[in-house]
Structure formats: structure tokens, C-alpha cells
């Protein structure tokens, strides 16, 4: 293995006085999205490359739980508290409410979420709100069963059976994701909506990003202001208080409906002035911005018997390399990771 030493910077202007992980632009870094693995049950085209052009990693370079609760413990130690389990798929990792109890007995992590697709979480709802789970946040990007068999390559059945499960097991609110994607499910925002509002989850609709992928970005991509111009979402949503501003997620009320809507424009209204996170991928790569490929690799730092200082370090020089704003670079996407591979 050709690895770099990692210098330990004590004094680094990612840690200051203010303690806690800080940016070159003031950012406070106190979140982490940590992918468990990046392999999934589901096939959807946004989100990996085609099946033969996707490789997942061998499981050997996969961190194991002790080597995530490790770094999630230095992590916290610099001010990180709020964590989220993704993938991949994060049930398809076996005794994945092991690793919730894990990291949910660590000082200093008061908010533990996950995101997952939901085919498994009938069988684990229970465990994993047992275990110390907060938060789920489950992906739907349609209600009508041959076009989700079309997207995802799975049934429907089990994932809404997942929903309930996670309702009965009390987690509350469920927030919903739904990616946007033109000539595919934008005639289904309003069902969706109304799908969430019956059952008292927040449903939120998210711009597609152009990652390495199986889909036609250009293609398929719609801006949230243009879905909000579609005269059936216009007679469902209140869209007069829409701002912008650097918050991940705006948030408009259902006219007809109880609750609200949320819109995440990763595309249209770039929220990197706020953003306050760092993702560690299932192979132990850290990166500080989701579209930019630069990163540091921990579980080389850990493989080759390095300290919590080493770990500490690899953090602190990765919240220097944080890019001000994240560019995806449309031309360069066969570049690029895919969603599934960095962990969305
Ligand atoms: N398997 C889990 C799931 O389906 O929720 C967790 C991983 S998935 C990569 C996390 C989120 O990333 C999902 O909500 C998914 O819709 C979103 N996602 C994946 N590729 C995307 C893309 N190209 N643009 C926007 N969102 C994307």
C-alpha cells in the first residue's frame, strides 16, 4: 500500500477556540453522512451506472463497524453530533441495529438518522428504534407499482409495508424523499404529496444532481421552480412564502391538505454557504463536498495502525479542503463517483 503520512496539525485553523471542526470559510462541520456500504437491493438509474458498468467495492475494503464507531468517536471529539447512516443500501449490511447501538451510546452524537429505500425495514424497524435510532428518512420516488419496478428493479409492497413499520415503531415524523426526474414521476408530485399528508409524513422533492449514473441527466432534470409552475401542483401548494436563502430544504403549506411540503434544490439554489457537512464512503474515504472528488482515505490511516490523533488529522485537513461552493462538472460526469459509490 503507497500511502501518504498524515501530518497531525495541533494548532490548525480547522480547530479553534470555538471549539469544534471549522472550514477556511468559517463553516462549523458538526455533521456526518456515513455510507455502511455501497451495495443496495434496488437498481435505480440515478443513482448508479448502468449494472455492468457498476462494481461495488470488495468487502475487504469496507470499514467494519468497530472502524466506523472509531472514527465517529474522534469525530464527535471535535464537535461532530450529528450523524446519518446511508448507503448503498444500509440494511442490506448485516446487524445494522448493532452499529446503531454503537454509535448511539457515543458521547456527544445527539442526533442519529438514517436514510434507507425501506424494502428491509419491516424486519428492523423495531430493532433499530431499540437501538438508538432517531431519525429515518425513506426514499419514494413513486406510487405506481410497474413504474417503481421500473426504476428500482424492486416491488413496491415491501417498501410500504417498511413505512408502516417504521410508524408503528414510533419514529416520527418519517420525512419522504422524492427525486425529481422529468418524464418519469413529475406527474406524480401531487399523489405523492397527498400519499405523505394521509399519513402524517413530510414528503420532500429533490432536484437530480448529475452524478455518474445510468440516467440522461439533461434529459430528465427539472427544476423545482418548474415543477411549482405546474398547474396541478399550483391548486395542491401555497407557493407564496417560497424564498430563497441557504437552507437545505424550503418548506411550502399543502392547501388542502395538514402539514407541509419541503424542496431541495441541490441544482437550481445551491445551498453551500450553510453547509455543515463531511461524508465518510463505505471504503473510509472523507470527503467535504459532495461533488468534489478530492479526499482523504481513514481506513488506510486506521489499517496501518494509526492513532486517534492520525484520525483527527485526516478530519481537520478535510475540513480544510472544503471547497467554498461544490461545481458539478456536467462534461466531466463519467469522471465521477456515482451517488451510490460516495453515499447519498
Ligand atoms: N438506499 C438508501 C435510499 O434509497 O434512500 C440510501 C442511499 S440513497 C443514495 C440516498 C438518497 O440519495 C436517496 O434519497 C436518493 O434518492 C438520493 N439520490 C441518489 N442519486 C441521486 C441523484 N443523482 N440526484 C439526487 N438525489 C439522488
Redesign the pocket.
Known sequence: MNVQPIKFYPQSKALNMRQGLYDSFGRKLNYLRI?VTDR?N?R?D??RPSADAYQAEPRSHILSFEEIARIVNVAASLGVNKVRI?????LVRKDLPDLVAQLSAIDGITDLAM???ATYLAKHATALKGAGLNRI???L?TLNPLRFKKLTGSEIEPVLDGIQAAQAAGFFPIKL???LMKGINNDEVVALMDFASAMGATIRF??????K?G?D?DKHYISVEDVLAQDDVQARVDISPMQTGNTVARYLPLKHGKGEVGFIM?MSDRFCEGCNRLRLTADGGLRSCLPEDKHMNLRDVIRRGGCDDDIRAVFMRSALIKPEIGTYVFDADADKR???HI??
Open positions: 455510507s443496495c434496488m435505480c440515478y443513482c446511508t448507503g448503498g443500501e444500509p436514510t434507507s429505500n428518512n425513506i426514499s420516488d424523499n422524492t427525486v429533490i432536484e437530480l444532481m448529475p452524478m449514473q440516467l441527466w441541490p456515482s451517488m451510490i453515499g447519498g
